[in-house]
């Protein structure tokens, strides 16, 4: 057994960053991580800038506009976000990220650019990357006493006396679970892309620790709110869910154009001015919509095209554009580009769809970063509140950076004010190894890829961008009769304990479900379109109704699905 | 290869578990093949079809974060963004092998 005071599950951006808060506030601090630290989660594969107000730019670099404030970006942020977001929180967002850019530069944070995207009043999107980000923040965790736990799966939270305890943890080398007492815990795990086929998130975000928090009796908010990246690679299938066409267009200003089947720039139905340059949310609806009304392409997306285009211009984009991401030669990252802008400048046009990319929705906290937990903190994309019904370009990582430092702080202080919790109750530990020893001591049953295949198809089809009550209360029934009927049977055919890749599945598989399930039911119960959430059949927005949170609980095993009140400090609708 | 199924291809995969006492040996399986496949996405799919113990590391399928690296028909490469063409051979990168593909990095 293990004995932390502060433990912090997930290991990368607001992982990272709460690890050194909490070390620098004097606590023990373990990090436990189910992949390895910079190699895993969604930071890494961040091509992306990070905000900040852009008076405070001015300040720090020279440049931006003096003329902006924490009050604009405040309201930029509220006004995107349709109202929905938590202020408490927004206003700990824009009031701290000053302090922690400051930091990062000192640090040694490379900026690569700065710029001003889509929904901000002024230039406050710095461009960094993720791989830059992760790798400073490691050097940073090195330099404290911080211990870092590898290739260790978190499944369940531990409670005692009615406070967080710890947690229950599979070594994934050795195959042996243990338990991970501490005094308090920042839940940093992330979303749950996988749930959805396409993604443009790595292979290890599969909503473990939304499921771990709803098992816990902690509430989740606003988990309709899934952001979809519009324009994503279909073809080849190695590089389906890609953003290097987001890259292009919407991302770097290339004058893409999408088209449906008849050659219509179908945009212009949904957002006339902007066309193919408008927010993230009404493209992907136009995409969807298109798609589903069988105007797509045969593979299943539609038609991404530079053909209006001279075809040197396009050549010439990778020598100033998508900087540091897309290099000279067309690579990104590590996949090579070449094939598809050969045919993009011969004229063709090559398929896109959208691809989940951000959870806006997840473990409802205060702006101390505080769940209805006492004792569990939680930070970055497994929070919901702070994006409201759509995130900012560049928000991400201003979140991780903020909240992990916020949760840091905070469990540290709660460790030392309220001390050791009692150790974990043998039953509740009984039942966690049993939860997690499950699919290996079952011989027969569903397979942790069947299951998978299944939510993914479901995920898809009723739970994807459009929505319907009628899909939607499908997808609810079936999930509930996965749940009673399937995930009891889950099954790991292969039985050695080390690095057995099956019993991990079966144990993501069984998150995914949990937090599909609670997609879902808030995407049921919320009978209005608002940022992201858009339901053909009710495609207004609807604020004398739904201007409130959606919440789910977990109960004696049932879900409860309510509304709450969104906490409004600052600006009101209208106002 | 059948009259009506896809082609098969042959994945070969240098297999082995120093501290549960397994000898590296190699094992063959068939898997259906399918154009821009990546060595990642056939190694799932050997997962699925036939032996889900199968180890290896993969995370960002951008080729970023190089867990995936191993020796692909000889050459150390990045098996996410690397694509099977035909019949192939998989071997654990330079490094401690800690299961079959997963190996111990820095």
């Known amino acids: 057994m293990l004995r932390t005071e502060v433990l912090v599950i997930g290991s990368e951006g607001a992982g990272a960053r709460a690890a050194i808060a909490a070390a620098d506030a004097g606590a023990e601090v373990t990090v436990v991580t189910k992949g390895r630290m910079t190699r895993s989660g969604a930071t890494l594969t961040g091509a992306a800038d990070l905000d900040v107000d852009s008076a405070t730019l001015y300040r720090l670099l020279g440049r931006g506009d003096p003329d902006d404030s924490q009050d604009a970006f405040f309201r930029d942020m509220v006004v995107e976000g349709k109202y929905l977001n938590d202020q408490p929180l927004v206003e700990a967002h824009v009031g701290d990220v000053p302090s922690r850019i400051e930091e990062l530069l000192g640090w040694g944070l490379k900026i690569y650019d700065l710029r001003q995207n889509p929904g901000h009043s002024y230039p406050r999107n710095l461009y960094t990357s993720g791989h830059d980000l992760v790798m400073l923040l490691k050097r940073e965790i090195k330099r404290r006493p911080i211990k870092v736990v590898e290739d260790t799966l978190v499944s369940d939270l531990l409670i005692a006396d009615g406070r967080v305890a710890g947690a229950m943890a599979l070594d994934l080398r050795s195959g042996e679970s243990d338990v991970i007492e501490a005094a308090s815990v920042v839940l940093a795990s992330g979303g749950g892309h996988n749930i959805y086929a396409y993604t443009t998130g790595p292979e290890d975000l599969t909503g473990d620790g939304q499921a771990m928090a709803l098992r816990a009796g902690v509430p989740l908010i606003n988990m309709e709110m899934t952001q979809f990246l519009p324009t994503t690679i279909i073809n080849p299938p190695m590089a389906r869910g890609n953003l290097f066409p987001f890259l292009l267009g919407p991302q770097n200003g290339l004058k893409y154009w999408l088209l449906n089947k008849y050659g219509e720039r179908f945009m212009e139905r949904w957002d006339p001015a902007r066309m193919e340059f408008s927010t993230r949310d009404l493209t992907s609806i136009g995409i969807m919509n298109e798609i589903l009304e069988g105007r797509g392409g045969p593979d299943g997306g539609v038609y991404y095209s530079l053909a209006h285009l001279p075809s040197n211009l396009i050549e010439d984009f990778a020598r100033w554009g998508g900087k540091p991401f897309i290099k000279a030669d067309w690579s990104a990252h590590g996949h090579s580009f070449r094939d598809v802008v050969d045919r993009l400048k011969a004229g063709e046009a090559i398929e896109v769809a959208p691809a989940a990319h951000f959870f806006m929705g997840g473990v409802q906290i205060d702006e101390h970063m505080a769940t209805a937990l006492p004792g569990l903190f939680a930070a970055g994309e497994v929070t919901g509140g702070v994006h409201g019904a759509n995130r900012l370009s560049g928000n991400a990582f201003a979140q991780i950076v903020t909240q992990g430092t916020r949760a840091g702080a905070a469990s540290a202080a709660f460790a030392r004010r309220e001390g050791r919790p009692p150790a974990p109750p043998e039953a509740s530990v009984a039942a966690a190894r049993e939860r997690l020893e499950a699919p290996l001591a079952r011989d027969n049953g569903v397979t942790a890829y069947e299951l998978r295949h299944e939510l993914q198809d479901i995920a898809a089809e009723k739970v994807g961008v459009l929505r319907t009550g009628e899909k939607l209360r499908e997808a609810v029934a079936r999930l509930e009769e996965l749940r009673r009927s399937e995930m009891p049977r889950l099954y790991s055919r292969a039985k050695d304990r080390r690095y057995n890749r099956e019993w991990v599945e079966c144990l993501q598989a069984e998150s995914m479900l949990s937090t599909l399930q609670t997609i879902a039911r808030s995407a049921l119960l919320r009978e209005e379109s608002r940022g992201a959430h858009y339901r053909r059949d009710y495609p207004q927005t609807d604020n004398d109704r739904w201007l409130c949170n959606t919440v789910v609980r977990q109960r004696d095993d049932e879900l409860d699905v309510t509304t709450g009140p969104v906490r409004t400090t600052r600006i009101k609708v209208g106002a | ?106």
Not at chain 2, 25 to 35: K, T
Not at chain 2, 52 to 81: D, E, F, P, T
């Open chain 2, 1 to 106: 290869m059948t009259a009506t199924g896809p082609m098969q291809i042959k994945v070969r995969v240098l297999r082995g578990d120093p501290e549960g006492g397994r000898e590296p040996s190699w094992q063959e399986y068939e898997v259906p093949f399918s154009a821009g496949r990546s060595v990642t996405g056939t190694l799932w799919l050997i997962n699925e079809l036939h032996d889900g113990g199968l180890a290896y590391r993969v995370s960002c399928h951008r080729g970023i974060c190089a867990s995936c690296i191993m020796r692909i028909n000889g050459k150390q490469l990045l098996a996410c963004v690397t694509e099977v063409t035909g019949d192939v051979s998989l071997e654990p990168g330079i490094g401690t092998v800690i299961k079959d593909l997963v190996i111990e990095q820095a």
